[in-house]
């Protein structure tokens, strides 16, 4: 475990000071939060994040090298100064590169304030599938910057901005594996999204002149539903776990607000009519830190541990709430990770007392004594290959997308793309939306910028996917987002083969939509990508003994030495939002580079000849893009498969071309490779046999 907390200590009085309006809201006694920790100056999000995994790395067993997943789990991209608020390349590839992870698989998730355990959730599905040993999670949250928005905004104590007075800055990292002890660990962990209510809080730029994001709650509302329900799930599980008041030791929910967390231990002593929860085993870690998002339980975990106050063999239930409204509980037991910590902080305070006589060491002064080197880009990158002979297929159940008509019919909206083909989709399968476990969207450009809460559950509540279910509903339906470029697709259908290989899941649907955010601003350039939206239903099949249409692997590719040939991040000017981006002149040169390398260790890993795939559908980036790979791979024209337009289908490259292909092939027994190339630079290489 690492923690990054940015030096700045910064006390409720003086936001509260700072607010334009003058408002009287008693912000520390409300929320029992006296003090955050707070970025921005030199340090945004990806810096928090890259310091925190330092820090994790430096007291970990595991050298950067055997990562072997990289899941970065953060709501806020604000990575430089003027709202650089970043969309490509991914947190994850960055990192890879940035901190020498070259083994690792990565892409980045989003799921408001449950992303890092939504990591968890990933990681334990690729751990139990076995396709993964270590697995690396992390969240730099930069969220500060509502803050000094909201100060501009506010208006008076009613405003729905106020919940933004209430973050802190922090950064987290966690490495997970296998226990080798099932007395430790996650004895379960089980997440589910209440998308009815995903409008409680939505975080986006702001309109006004000034510049920024804001978030806008409805706090009541959400605080009201999210405790309810979330009782009912804690409950649920401490009845499963039989764990008696003496055995729990600990109970850390999202750290809001002291009321909300008091509330939480009031109805669950309810329930038992006894204390079930209090103060010796509850814990509060917003006086000193604030609402630090996504990586709130694991900055509480670390200060508690450093406390002395967690101990070896100590059982805790960490209890997830957040916008969407994604709710979750995960009972846990400590191995030695505790004493491990804290001797290792005791060893780094021993050596900082030595640097700070530098003649008694061979250290120069001011000389950090945690570090990570950072290992330059080879050019021979690494193929990280996660398919392995399974007892059972993971099909395409069914499969749609929208035509040029059918987007030109809708409002210019991503989301509306969206749900008009969650829809379509719906109408052409055999499973009724009660059946749907998981719901992931992969698009990347979205309506107003929106970074929270996850498009999924925007999706999974307007489509009335299971949007409103007791926690002991035997259809539940988990909603989060996958954001990883034009690649996205397919490392979402590298999740769904995860939780379906795992069996804990039998249907995913992955959703892509896209839009360009620059369409009808003058003088901004658009970016190039097709609009449009795909829906892909991925389930397990029962019966493995016989031939089934299916997916035989799934391959990623990097290259991150063309790490710079593309950034995108969002512009603002005058109150208005818009899509800023560099694109190297050379990068589709880089992409068939790339490609035809990742082609080649691809049917190496898989032991395949040229000889023996069928068809080859490449990135469908342009026409011109589709033949000129074709002909440095010398694919014969009757296999190579080309849908291009004089625009990037983008997101959509792969399952438009799965949705020709079923239809051209479909029991033919036909073997497919279909190709994803994007920033990073990264490529995705999928296998599938139609039988």
């Known amino acids: 475990l690492g923690v990054y907390l940015p030096p700045r200590e ?171 002890d099932d007395r430790y660990g996650f004895h379960d962990i089980e997440m589910y999204t209440l998308s009815e209510y995903s409008d409680c809080c939505i975080a986006r730029p702001t309109d006004s002149k000034a510049g920024g994001a804001i978030m806008l709650t409805d706090s009541i509302r959400i605080h009201t539903v999210a405790i309810r329900e979330s009782v009912k799930h804690v409950i649920q599980k401490l009845r499963q776990m039989n764990w008696s008041r003496e055995s729990l030791k600990h109970f850390v929910m999202h750290q809001t607000a002291r009321g909300a967390i008091s509330e939480l231990a009031r109805q669950v002593n309810e329930y038992y009519r006894a204390k079930m929860l209090d103060h010796s085993n509850m814990i509060y870690n917003v006086e000193r830190r604030g609402n630090t998002s996504s990586t709130t339980h694991f900055v509480a975990i670390w200060d508690n541990i450093l406390n002395n106050r967690i101990q070896n063999g100590d059982n805790i239930v960490f209890a997830v709430q957040a916008s969407g409204i994604t709710l979750g509980t995960a009972p846990y037991t400590f191995d030695d990770l505790p004493d491990r910590l804290r001797a290792f902080e005791a060893n780094e305070n021993e050596k900082n007392n030595v640097e700070e006589n530098p003649a008694d060491s061979g250290r120069q002064a001011g000389e950090k004594s945690i570090s990570v080197p950072t290992i330059q880009p080879s050019a021979q990158s690494k193929l990280k290959n996660i398919s392995e002979e399974v007892p059972f297929k993971i099909t395409i159940e069914s499969i749609a997308t929208l035509s040029d008509d059918e987007v030109r019919q809708l409002p210019h909206s991503a989301i509306q793309y969206a749900v008009k083909v969650i829809d379509k989709c719906f109408n052409i399968s055999s499973l009724p939306k009660e059946e749907i476990d998981l719901l992931i969207y992969a698009g990347v450009h979205r309506d107003q910028f929106l970074s929270e809460p996850a498009i999924a559950s925007i999706l999974a509540g307007e489509t009335k996917i299971n949007s409103d279910v007791p926690p002991d509903s035997p259809h539940k339906t988990f909603a989060y987002d996958v954001l990883n470029g034009s690649v996205g697709f397919l490392n979402a259908c590298s999740n769904a083969m995860a939780m379906l290989r795992s069996q804990r899941m039998n249907h995913v649907m992955i959703v892509t939509a896209e839009m360009e955010n620059n369409a009808n601003l003058r003088g901004r350039p658009n970016l190039g990508i097709k609009e449009t939206a795909t829906a892909t239903i991925l389930s397990r099949t029962s019966d493995g003994t016989s031939p089934a249409e299916g997916i035989r692997a799934i391959d990623f590719f990097y290259a991150p030495q063309y790490i710079d040939a593309f950034y995108s991040h969002i512009g603002q000017e005058a109150g208005t939002s818009y899509l800023d981006f560099r694109r190297d002149p050379n990068l589709f040169d880089y992409y068939h580079e790339s490609t035809c390398q990742a082609v080649t260790q691809f049917l190496q890993t898989q032991k395949l000849t040229w000889d023996m795939i069928d068809l080859i559908a490449p990135p469908q980036i342009s026409p011109d893009f589709v033949q000129k790979l074709g002909d440095q791979l010398q694919i014969p024209p009757k296999k190579l498969v080309n849908l291009a337009e004089e625009v990037d289908l983008y997101t959509a490259s792969v399952p438009f071309c799965l949705n020709h292909l079923r239809q051209q092939y479909a029991h033919s027994g036909k073997l497919a490779l279909i190709l994803s190339v994007g920033t990073g630079v990264q490529v995705g290489c999928l296998l599938y046999h139609f039988v």
């Open 10 to 180: 910064v006390p409720s009085s003086e936001i509260i000071q700072a607010c334009r309006q003058k408002i009287l809201y008693p912000l520390e006694r409300l929320t029992g939060i006296r003090f955050r920790r707070m970025a921005g100056d030199i340090e945004f999000a990806i810096d928090l994040a890259r310091e925190a995994v330092k820090k994790c790395l430096a007291r970990s067993r595991f050298k950067p090298e055997e990562i072997d997943l990289i899941i970065s789990c953060n709501i806020s991209r604000y990575d430089g100064p003027n709202f650089q608020f970043s969309f490509e390349p991914s947190t994850s590839v960055r990192l890879r590169r940035d901190l020498g992870l070259e083994s690792a698989l990565c892409f980045d998730i989003s799921n408001a304030c449950a992303g890092m355990f939504t990591g968890v959730n990933i990681a334990d599905a690729f751990l139990k599938a076995g396709l993964v040993r270590n697995v690396l999670i992390v969240s730099g949250e930069y969220i500060t910057h509502l803050t000094r928005t909201a100060q501009m905004e506010i208006r008076d104590e009613r405003d729905e901005r106020i919940a933004c007075l209430t973050l802190g800055d922090a950064g987290a990292a966690a490495i997970l594996t296998r226990s080798e």
